[in-house]
């Protein structure tokens, strides 16, 4: 399980924050998930830390067949809403991901979005990502980079929860890295991703 002493984003934090009747970082995709998936075949995708929906049932929209995963039982709920409202389908998982086994050699993409996980499960949990992902597959990752620490535009004020592009290139070995930049970006996505942001954005392809 993961060691809650690391920081306080347990299921009862997130239960807690998606508990508002508005959907917490808005029924839009992330920018840059939107644009990247958009080049993408449609297929099979994994979402990690999906949240309460967004990108999940944007994809879905597109065509895309979704396995989502989170800890948030409530987060779960509004997803669903989400894509009966907009008259998809989406296979949503509760689980702790220390102990999420993904299908091996299946999914045509996945995507980590705004994700920050223990670093002591963090190695364990992408190297899981990258081994469900078929031959060609694609990973979408955007996540805040450490300078993002003292910054209120979203994240964890845990410097070791926050990413480096070194990290991500040793997460991420196995895979051709397409691209990997960290960026100064203006995020408007809610009131927790809002104002100036320090961000990685990796794309990464299965050789």
């Known amino acids: 399980m993961i060691d809650k002493s690391m920081n306080k984003f347990g299921g009862e934090f997130w239960d807690e924050r998606y508990s508002s009747i508005e959907f ?85 993409a996945a995507a980590i979005i705004f994700l920050h996980l223990n670093p002591k499960i963090r190695s364990d949990v992408h190297s899981k990502v990258v081994d469900s992902l078929i031959p060609g597959g694609t990973l979408i990752l955007e996540v805040y980079e450490k300078k993002q620490l003292g910054k209120n535009s979203g994240g964890p004020q845990n410097i070791d929860m926050l990413y480096s592009k070194e990290e991500l290139q040793d997460d991420f070995s196995k895979m051709k890295i397409i691209s990997l930049e960290k960026k100064i970006i203006t995020l408007n996505e809610s009131e927790h991703h809002k104002g100036e942001a320090v961000v990685l954005r990796l794309i990464a392809v299965k050789p």
């Open 24 to 108: 917490v970082y808005g029924t839009e995709p992330n920018i840059f998930f939107k644009d990247e998936l958009d080049k993408l075949k449609t297929g099979n995708i994994l979402l990690l830390g999906e949240g309460d929906g967004r990108n999940a049932v944007y994809a879905a929209v597109k065509g895309w067949n979704i396995d989502a995963v989170d800890f948030s039982i409530i987060a779960k709920e509004k997803a669903l809403k989400l894509a009966e409202e907009n008259s998809v389908r989406i296979n949503y998982e509760i689980t702790d991901l220390s102990e999420y086994k993904p299908k091996s050699n299946y999914y045509d």
